[in-house]
């Protein structure tokens, strides 16, 4: 029988693909973090795939599975068998001793033999799956630890100077209640922000070790990186560059992992159907047997004969045929709802990628507003120190707009890592990661027969 799943997927996402930025180059799906140059981040990915256990189990499973589909088809072979034992008459007089050599060949007719090669298929393909959802959260996964831990260092780094300029401040306050120029509520204003400031480390701190050792268990290690732990004043965080992709979505999603399960799924449910529907018909085997016999108490004129025997043997569904039609009715119905399952997964699959793009859209936005602040903070804190240079200000007046430029710097790498986040987050929904070495998609949405 053929099933079709071309049907699950939404038209609108078969003729057109989202709209690309003009001059953006197209990303691989299989390496997308390729292209923010991070050298680091490129080696802690290849060492995750390489040591993570999770990922040598699912390709344990996905070898194993192999070897058995390369033996799906041999309960439908002929098979044979070899045997000795001894035998005595029924008047007890003579004993013999039998040898034979058995042989039976099950012709797996009405779509018995088709049914189990398709049921090892489907049990291949779901471990295949698996590796694939093993590798695209790995990646995803790795991915974000970095992230997070880059931008742990990167505010520890701004929150560093923001001490500095935190500390002179609360200086020049002491000095300014001191010569009655300043108050005491100035001099707690920021004495309170030497306290938050305490309370952002801690938490920055905490993400950072999170970080550090989320990523070592991702890689298989059982320490972080010292150096993971430190504070980097020169930590930046990549920027991806403009979306391009370089495939339709409606393709993209067959590489999704939960589809390729629910693929599987309807596969394994078809196979099913296919059994249950060659056991309403009878089963033809063709059973053959060279037997040699040896009279062991030589009592007879002959002692020993052989005898070569090979016929058919039937099998007619009688008594429990009734049983065997409620077995398909209910095996037809569990591939309609694998089907319906199929259908939900791809209609899940492209509301997540839908709202990972308007996520990555939005962040980009929020980044863009952000950059747009920061150069008009910049640009009066610059009017600010030009003014203190003319001597028409004091550096007790800049330390406001200095320490707000620290604070917008802090927000943008908070919005370029989310921006970041978003952009793993819509590859991971469309099923982005290196596929194992040799092997393609395993993709036959378009039908099976």
Not at 197 to 209: G, H, S, V
Request: no cysteine; charged share 20%; net charge neutral.
């Amino acid at each position: 029988m053929a099933v079709r799943l071309d049907d699950a997927v939404p038209a609108h996402w078969t003729q057109s693909a989202p709209q690309a930025a003009p001059g953006a180059a197209p990303v691989d799906m299989r390496a997308w973090w390729k292209p923010w140059g991070d050298a680091r981040l490129d080696a802690l990915v290849d060492e995750a795939l390489a040591h993570n256990l999770n990922l040598a189990q699912a390709e344990t499973r996905l070898r194993q599975q192999r070897l058995l589909a390369g033996t799906a088809g041999a309960a439908y072979r002929p098979a044979f068998s070899a045997g000795t034992r001894t035998l005595q008459d029924v008047a007890a007089v003579d004993s013999y001793f039998h040898a034979s050599i058995d042989m039976v060949w099950d012709l797996g007719l009405f779509g018995a033999a088709e049914a189990t090669e398709r049921a090892a298929g489907a049990q291949l393909l779901d471990a295949a799956a698996r590796l694939q959802a093993a590798r695209v959260a790995l990646v995803a996964d790795v991915v974000h630890r970095y992230l997070d831990l880059r931008l742990a260092q990167r505010q520890s780094a701004l929150l560093a100077e923001l001490a500095r300029l935190d500390a002179r401040a609360l200086h020049l306050a002491r000095v300014r209640l001191d010569q009655h120029l300043g108050t005491q509520e100035e001099l707690q204003q920021w004495q309170a922000h030497a306290h938050e400031r305490a309370a952002t480390a801690a938490q920055l701190r905490e993400a950072q070790a999170r970080a550090a050792h989320g990523l070592a268990l991702l890689l298989g290690r059982s320490q972080p990186d010292p150096a993971w732990l430190q504070a980097d004043a020169d930590a930046a965080l990549p920027a991806p560059g403009a979306l391009a992709l370089a495939e339709l979505p409606a393709d993209l999603l067959r590489t999704r992992a939960d589809i390729r399960q629910a693929e599987a799924q309807v596969e394994q449910a078809a196979a099913d159907l296919g059994l249950a529907r060659s056991a309403l018909y009878p089963r033809f085997q063709l059973v053959g047997s060279l037997l040699y016999s040896y009279n062991l108490t030589q009592n007879r004129r002959t002692t020993s004969d052989s005898l070569p025997l090979i016929g058919p043997m039937i099998d007619i569904p009688l008594f429990d045929w009734g049983r065997r039609r409620a077995q398909a009715d209910a095996s037809e119905q569990a591939l309609q709802g694998a089907i319906l399952a199929y259908r939900q997964s791809v209609l899940e699959g492209v509301a997540e990628v839908e709202g990972a793009l308007a996520a990555l859209s939005a962040q980009g936005a929020r980044e863009q507003a952000l950059g747009a602040a920061h150069e008009q903070t910049r640009g009066q804190g610059q009017l600010l120190q030009q003014r203190q240079r003319l001597g028409l200000a004091s550096e007790w007046s800049a330390l406001a707009g200095q320490r707000a430029l620290l604070q917008t710097e802090g927000q943008i790498a908070t919005a370029r890592a989310a921006r970041a986040l978003a952009y793993v987050a819509l590859y991971k929904a469309l099923g982005g990661a290196p596929l194992p070495p040799g092997d393609a998609p395993a993709a036959r949405a378009g039908g099976a027969s």
